[in-house]
């Protein structure tokens, strides 16, 4: 209860959740804050019956209930029943128990790094910098004396077929991730993830696949073309080796 300027006159704060745009989540999530504060007002939250790590939620959405685990090391997991927390690893169920647990802040400090190095992962180290800029170069004060010493050899650098493009799912007709096989999308045509979810690396390689009616033969590609992944190490190794910050870059359009 706060106390007007009054001094006499009480007012009962009913929120139990709090201001959204505080929390640190990306906008995308304020369905499931809202649905999290609807839930903890409804005394959605039980503890469950056999198991004290785990907790019993009600479902806004369907006569179901979700059981959510709060691990020993501090991570919140919802049950598989949960569609948005297997898509963005955070839902109004697993907020709601952390409230009550009073861990939320720390629930959200973990989801919002995860989601930061989810971002960091794939850009370059020219990143922030204007176009066309260059890095400074010290000037010397003096030529030193190299007699005796060969000059080092120049590395070959990376052609330009091995480099991962990153690029906009709505910049491509990508449905599915070239290395774990996951769709993104059900058509071209329809709408990319949220951020930071709708981004993918391209790459153009001789294309594996299976002509319909012929699982059995594999065919090869005769030239490279684009296939995508997601920015996932995962994703990367399924395929043909592993993927590195050296020959990722931005598009440049």
Same mark, same amino acid.
């Given at each position: ?49 056999t ?15 979700h ?31 952390s ?6 802040d ?13 971002v ?38 990376t ?18 991730? /070239?290395?774990?096989? #996951?769709?993104?999308? !059900?058509?071209?045509? *329809? ?5 930071? %979810?709708?981004?993918? &690396? ?5 294309r594996? /696949?299976?002509?319909? #009616?012929?699982?059995? !033969?594999?065919?090869? *590609? ?5 296939? %995508?992944?997601?920015? &996932? ?21």
């Amino acid at each position: 209860m706060e106390q007007d300027e009054q001094g006499s006159n009480f007012v009962v704060n009913d929120d139990p959740l709090g201001d959204f745009h505080i929390s640190g989540l990306p906008e995308y999530l304020l369905g499931s804050w809202n649905n999290a504060r609807k839930i903890l007002k409804l005394g959605g939250v039980s503890n469950h019956p056999t198991d004290d790590q785990k907790f019993v939620v009600i479902s806004l959405s369907q006569p179901i209930v979700h059981t959510v685990h709060v691990q020993p090391n501090g991570k919140v997991i919802c049950d598989r029943e949960c569609f948005r927390f297997k898509g963005h690893k955070i839902c109004a169920h697993t907020i709601s128990v952390s409230k009550k647990q009073n861990i939320l802040d720390a629930f959200l400090s973990h989801h919002i790094s995860n989601v930061d190095r989810v971002v960091q992962c794939v850009m370059p180290s020219s990143s922030g910098k204007k176009p066309g800029q260059t890095s400074r170069k010290r000037k010397k004060s003096h030529k030193r004396d190299t007699t005796g010493w060969d000059d080092i050899p120049l590395e070959t650098p990376t052609a330009k077929s091995n480099e991962y493009e990153v690029v906009f799912v709505r910049c491509t007709r990508a449905t599915t991730c /070239y290395g774990c096989g #996951g769709k993104v999308r !059900q058509k071209p045509s *329809s709408d990319p993830p949220p951020p930071p %979810y709708d981004i993918f &690396l391209c790459q153009h390689e001789r294309r594996v /696949y299976k002509k319909r #009616g012929n699982p059995v !033969q594999v065919n090869i *590609s005769k030239q490279g073309e684009a296939v %995508y992944y997601h920015p &996932l190490q995962k994703c990367l190794k399924q395929k043909f080796g592993v993927g590195s910050p050296d020959n990722i870059r931005l598009c440049e359009q």
